[in-house]
């Protein structure tokens, strides 16, 4: 199972990538395989302002669908569009080609509750 030690990480299995005032979200490697076959990403809330832990968008998979959590207080900045045709690049590359939003992130302290890798592979049990 695949855990980069340079992202952070929540209990709710997203990663983030944290670049300036910017993060990258996507759900990791883990989650992805416990869905198993993602057939379909819906974000809604693309340039809208919301706060940590907040419903950003959903995932489906062939079985269930699961509500996707803010990890960050900020704006939607950016979709990874290319989700709505080929969703299953968050089986693929849940890390690359699979990440799923931008926020702009209003409180940078939020970051200091975010799980490091070492963290997310003992909620896991990796």
């Known amino acids: 199972m695949n855990i980069p030690s340079d992202l952070k990480y929540t209990k709710d299995?997203?990663?983030?990538?944290?670049?300036?005032?910017?993060?990258?979200?996507?759900?990791?490697?883990?989650?992805?395989?416990?869905?198993?076959?993602?057939?379909?990403?819906?974000?809604?809330?693309?340039?809208?302002?919301?706060?940590?832990?907040?419903?950003?968008?959903?995932?489906?998979a062939?079985?269930?669908?699961?509500?996707?959590?803010?990890?960050?207080?900020?704006?939607?900045t950016e979709f990874n569009e290319s989700l709505e045709d080929e969703p299953e690049k968050v089986n693929t590359d849940p890390y690359g080609d699979g990440w799923m939003i931008k926020i702009k992130f209003s409180d940078a302290s939020e970051i200091d509750n975010l799980l490091s890798a070492d963290d997310y592979k003992a909620l896991i049990g990796a």
Not at 62 to 76: A, C, Q
């Open 13 to 60: 299995h997203e990663w983030i990538k944290i670049e300036g005032d910017t993060a990258t979200v996507g759900i990791t490697d883990f989650a992805q395989g416990e869905l198993g076959d993602i057939v379909y990403v819906e974000v809604e809330t693309l340039d809208e302002t919301l706060d940590i832990e907040e419903v950003f968008g959903t995932v489906e």
């Open 62 to 76: 062939v079985k269930t669908v699961s509500d996707l959590f803010l990890p960050l207080s900020g704006e939607i």
